[in-house]
């Protein structure tokens, strides 16, 4: 990362109050603060926003912040630290052992947090930046590892399958030609011609029924492919 680039930081808390103080001071300290706006569908806005680190409470409706941290841990290595007054042993020991990189006891000194998260985001991102996700019809594609995780199960791909679903995920909404696609698979070191991506994207759609995401690719005639 730059030195002056602006952090995206992710808070899942449902006390407005808490999440507006950390807003106003992150901007101080050049963050970009979003506080999660609908608390059921977590992940579709960690992958929309694509932070740098996560602040994640324990004591949350619907699922708690354990639940979040393993769903974010299974696409992400992303810094995520816990902010709970649950902060007796047993929470910080069971935080720490799903993933997370550190646990701050409520009411917190809001200096202390910021130090905190620069500390973090410093030691995370000297070694590079978090891999992106991209999200479509709740599908989370990680490209870290090229595998596409839905509703806790974890597709693997191969090269040529994850560049084509990358592709169209990267253009979602709009319609991506066979010539674009071919372009991309001409990017890995085999030639490609049109039975080849013909050939792959059947073996991608097999997969993607098989995950439960049914016409997720669709072919407009003439056109080429889109996800749907």
């Known amino acids: ?117 620069q500390a973090l985001l410093r030691r995370t991102y000297d070694f590079g930046a978090s891999a992106p996700v991209l999200e479509h019809r709740g599908a989370l594609l990680n490209t870290g590892d090229n595998t596409l995780t839905y509703q806790g199960q974890r597709v693997s791909l191969t090269k040529n399958e994850y560049r084509i679903l990358l592709c169209l995920m990267q253009s979602k909404g709009r319609v991506v030609s066979r010539e674009k696609l071919m372009e991309r698979l001409w990017e890995t070191d085999s030639f490609v011609d049109e039975n080849t991506l013909t050939v792959n994207i059947g073996r991608l759609r097999k997969k993607l029924d098989a995950a439960g995401l049914p016409g997720f690719i669709t072919t407009r005639v003439g056109l080429g492919y889109m996800v749907g």
């Open 1 to 117: 990362m730059e030195e002056h680039a602006v952090y995206r930081v992710l808070m899942v808390e449902d006390d407005r109050g808490i999440a507006q103080a950390v807003q106003t001071q992150g901007e101080l300290w050049n963050l970009q603060v979003r506080q999660v706006r609908d608390l059921r569908h977590v992940m579709e806005e960690f992958a929309a926003f694509d932070p740098h680190l996560v602040l994640l409470d324990i004591g949350l409706p619907c699922f708690d912040g354990y639940h979040w941290c393993t769903e974010i841990r299974r696409v992400s290595r992303v810094p995520v630290i816990f902010i709970s007054s649950a902060a007796d042993n047993m929470n910080i020991i069971m935080a720490m052992n799903l993933g997370a990189d550190d646990f701050i006891a409520k009411p917190f000194d809001q200096s202390v947090l910021m130090a905190k998260i």
